[in-house]
């Protein structure tokens, strides 16, 4: 079945500092990927939504500027948050979908970042 | 945009008994309804999904119904086992400008005791 690799799957990194999370899809061609944050006991919030080679469509209240994300190809998409702050600490999950899914949505298995 | 409303947020049964969650959408667009377990620390798994010209699907001890009318779709577990404790989440798709993404509900946390 079509499995998308997530990486790190933890992180810990100092304030300020900026960290990359990745999402590859490992045999499918993810056309459209989807960034999700998840705070401890909560839901799944959608962040953003990206098509490959277009910029990202991000969820209102989302810092587009804070969180970078590209997708510069059909089987990668990388999410970068900048300045790292306390904040931010959270589960990051990331979704995609394309090629012959038909409406299947596979989901990574997610990466928790610490920000000390 | 879409608001996806899940009850109950905890569940607790006793092995062998049935559960039932039950989610509400407001975006009558919405043609796509999937439903997810997580475990702790870990993404989220598809255990089954429901399509807008279904009413009802089924996989084993798993259900899924659909009512677009009232805009609600439900969750049936038989049978549980201590291993079908976790979290539960709805989800309805919603059409941005992007492409089509999943809006999920708050989740439930299932308890299955033996």
């Known amino acids: 079945g079509a499995v998308v690799s997530q990486h790190p799957s933890r992180v810990i990194c100092k304030s300020g500092t900026s960290v990359k999370i990745e999402c590859r899809s490992l045999?499918?061609?993810?056309?459209?990927m989807f960034w999700y944050r998840q705070f401890p006991k909560q839901s799944l919030m959608l962040m953003a939504t990206?098509?490959?080679?277009?910029?990202?469509?991000?969820e209102q209240g989302v810092e587009k500027d804070k969180f970078l994300i590209n997708h510069a190809s059909l089987t990668l998409s990388t999410l970068t948050v900048t300045s790292a702050h306390p904040e931010d600490s959270s589960f990051y999950i990331c979704?995609?979908?394309?090629?012959?899914?038909?409406?299947?949505?596979?989901f990574g298995s997610g990466t928790r970042l610490t920000v000390v | 945009g879409e608001n996806v409303e899940q009850h109950p947020s905890t569940l607790s049964v006793q092995e062998g008994d049935s559960a039932v969650i039950k989610c509400t959408y407001s975006?009558?667009?919405?043609?796509?309804f999937p439903w997810y377990k997580q475990e702790l620390g870990k993404g989220p798994q598809l255990i089954i999904d429901i399509r807008s010209n279904v009413g009802e699907k089924k996989d084993q001890r798993i259900a899924v119904t659909l009512n677009k009318t009232a805009k609600h779709f439900s969750l049936h577990i038989t049978e549980t086992q201590p291993e079908d404790s976790a979290v539960y989440f709805c989800?309805?798709?919603?059409?941005?400008?992007?492409?089509?993404?999943?809006?999920f509900g708050k989740g439930t946390t299932l308890s299955v005791s033996s």
């Open positions: 979704s995609a979908t394309g090629g012959k899914l038909d409406y299947g949505y596979t």
């Open positions: 045999d499918f061609q993810a056309t459209t």
């Open positions: 989800a309805a798709s919603l059409y941005n400008q992007a492409g089509t993404a999943l809006i």
């Open positions: 975006d009558s667009a919405s043609n796509y």
């Open positions: 990206s098509n490959e080679g277009s910029k990202a469509t991000y």
